[in-house]
């Protein structure tokens, strides 16, 4: 586990004071209860309560003004690729070979360890901005990744991506990153390991990798049967879907977030409900929408078969931001629409999604997805005043279908206030912005005929 790196929470007393909370259960609707304190120890939420006069022992205690907002359980952005904020809007109107081959995977080939480092804090000031207080990321130089996570007091589970292609010395370095942060930053990064796909990806090492995770303890975070072609190229290639080749390598053994799942088809349910309790699976609609794929995640059927599904983003490169009030309203809709049921993918259900089942999907649903005692005090607070949410009829469906990213006021995670009253506490956002800006040309080249893969699952 690396120790270099301060404990995020900064032993102390937080007190949220008169804020209505949101209550999430793992079942059923989700409810508001209205003018509660929300008392932090250590990182920790010690109560949830009716708001009143500060205790005895809660004297001395830093105090964060709640009354008129709503706090939710911090957002989670269960599948991204944060540097790939530097490539936003440089791979539009194109087929999935044509994004891949032409614009992504060549200027890929051009990023340093320092790119990297500026891409991630400018990801996290983002997602910060947004109320993202997890995030699931899966990328190359995935130490310069943890180093943004550790310094701007996000938390994060960090996958470095893997293809074959690298040979041995990528894979072990993988692994040697898993060793080395899982754990790290006082518990706010861990790491999985990152195969990229099984296209990509030799079934030796896919077992290699998944042995490897269960010595460390640690999960799996790949793509699969990202759409319906590549699961018809796997079926007539090798006879086998993805998911079967995640099954018979071992990689669902292991524990798995599967990011997109959209070519996960009826023959694949069995085989992911057998390891329901440690597989996941993160939904990106808006990247789907872009590329004119169908079908969708098949959500209800994965949750039928006692999967889990989250919610994520994907890279700044398709989905533009790293908005997940974006994501979770499509999310919603798509699903509806997919489904054709005006009462599936209910608010209650779609926020459950972003918060419980993106902790889930991480494997930190013991930590992290409620406001209640003993979780770790990752705290949203959102302003619902605006002209845009008004009259505010229900504040949950405000939520989904009406509340912005710019709405969030203050952002807390594991007891430290990140963000107060819109201000960022922990990045100087406009030196990192002339930081991103000064690096994009030559990243954006693609002229030197590089790329670090080629698309052709």
């Keep these: 586990m690396n120790d270099r790196t301060t404990p995020s929470a900064a032993r102390h007393r937080l007190l949220v004071r008169g804020c209505d909370v949101l ?83 060549p200027m890929e080939s051009n990023l340093t360890a320092e790119d990297v480092r500026v891409g991630a804090r400018l990801a996290c000031a983002e997602m910060i901005r947004s109320g993202v207080t997890t995030f699931a990321d899966h990328y190359f130089f995935p130490g310069q990744i943890a180093e943004a996570v550790a310094e701007t007091g996000l938390r994060a589970d960090i996958a470095p991506t893997y293809f074959s292609s690298g040979g041995e010395r990528a894979l072990n370095a993988g692994v040697a990153f898993a060793e080395e942060w899982h754990g790290g930053a006082g518990g706010r990064v861990t790491v999985s390991l990152g195969p990229h796909a099984p296209y990509t990806v030799d079934d030796k090492d896919l077992r290699i990798l998944a042995d490897h995770a269960r010595r460390l303890g640690v999960r799996m975070h790949i793509h699969a049967a ?26 669902l053994d292991a524990g798995v977030l599967i990011a997109h799942g959209c070519g996960i088809v009826e023959r694949d349910l069995p085989l992911l409900g057998e390891k329901a309790a440690t597989t996941a699976v993160a939904c990106c609609p808006k990247v789907y929408l872009k590329h004119a794929l169908s079908p969708l995640t098949p959500v209800r059927d994965l ?51 972003v918060v419980r089942g993106g902790a889930r999907a991480l494997g930190l649903q013991n930590r992290i997805g409620a406001l209640e005692p003993g979780m770790r005090a990752d705290i949203v607070l959102t302003d619902l005043s605006g002209p845009h ?69």
């Design 226 to 251: 990202e759409h319906l072609e590549q699961t018809e190229s796997s079926l007539e290639r090798r006879g086998v879907t993805p998911v079967r080749v995640l099954h018979e390598t071992g990689v």
């Design 303 to 353: 949750l039928a078969a006692g999967v889990t599904v989250a919610v994520g983003t994907d890279g700044a490169a398709g989905h533009n931001t790293l908005d997940v009030w974006e994501a979770l309203r499509l999310v919603a809709l798509t699903q509806k629409q997919a489904v054709r049921d005006a009462t599936w993918m209910t608010v209650s259900d779609t926020l459950r999604l």
């Design 23 to 105: 209550r999430v259960p793992v079942a059923g609707e989700c409810d508001v209860l209205p003018g509660q304190d929300i008392v932090v120890e250590d990182g920790v939420i010690a109560d949830v309560r009716p708001t009143g006069e500060e205790r005895p022992g809660e004297r001395g205690a830093e105090v964060v003004d709640g009354r008129g907002l709503l706090a939710l359980p911090g957002l989670v952005n269960a599948h991204t690729h944060s540097p790939m904020v530097l490539m936003r809007g440089a791979a539009e109107d194109v087929t999935v070979e044509g994004w891949f081959n032409d614009r992504v995977w």
């Design 389 to 457: 949410c008004r009259p505010l009829h229900d504040p949950r469906a405000a939520l989904v279908y009406s509340a912005r990213a710019s709405d969030v006021r203050t952002v807390v995670v594991d007891g430290r206030v990140l963000m107060r009253d819109g201000r960022l506490l922990t990045v100087d956002e406009p030196a990192l912005l002339a930081e991103a800006d000064a690096r994009v040309a030559r990243i954006l080249d693609t002229s030197n005929g590089r790329a670090v893969q080629h698309y052709d699952p």
